[in-house]
């Protein structure tokens, strides 16, 4: 393999992280995402980064992951969580270790702004693979459950 640079992305990259979401949709859910929708709202991000930031990494000018960043306010440590969501390794780069640099570059990019109080995800309960990648890298499950409506 070679080097992985990890980076955050623009928006030449819309069209690889859409991609990647409708991708992601379908094996985890089977749900199809409309693409214009999905284009819109991946750019809407990248524009206005108060909505959050997505991380790309890259191998050879080829985008080969990403991740995005959204926050959440918590008024109890007056301090943001980044949630960690979109998540996507291509089939022929999955466990090398690169969804590993973006975490990594996550954390550091959250060190720096200094008001971060800690990171969260939501990950799919039969993925078992996933779960055992996020606790080896030092998350651990909550006593939360989501709903929505």
């Known amino acids: 393999m070679g080097k992985i640079n990890i980076r955050v992305a623009k928006l030449q990259d819309v069209s690889s992280l859409v991609k990647f979401n409708q991708l992601m ?29 997505y991380l790309v ?12 960043v959204t926050t959440e306010w918590s008024d109890w440590r007056n301090a943001v969580f980044w949630w960690v969501q979109s998540v996507y390794i291509t089939p022929d780069f999955r466990r090398q270790g690169i969804y590993a640099q973006l975490y990594a570059q996550v954390k550091a990019l959250a060190e720096q702004q200094q008001n971060v109080c800690g990171f969260r995800l939501y990950v799919e309960k039969e993925n078992l693979i996933a779960q055992k990648t996020y606790e080896s890298l030092g998350m651990h499950p909550t006593h939360y459950l989501m709903y929505e409506e």
């Open 25 to 53: 949709a379908w094996e985890t859910e089977q749900k199809k995402l409309d693409e214009d929708t999905l284009s819109k709202g991946v750019s809407a991000l990248i524009i206005d980064d108060t909505k959050g930031f």
């Open 57 to 68: 990494a890259e191998q050879n000018d080829e985008v080969v992951g990403s991740l995005m």
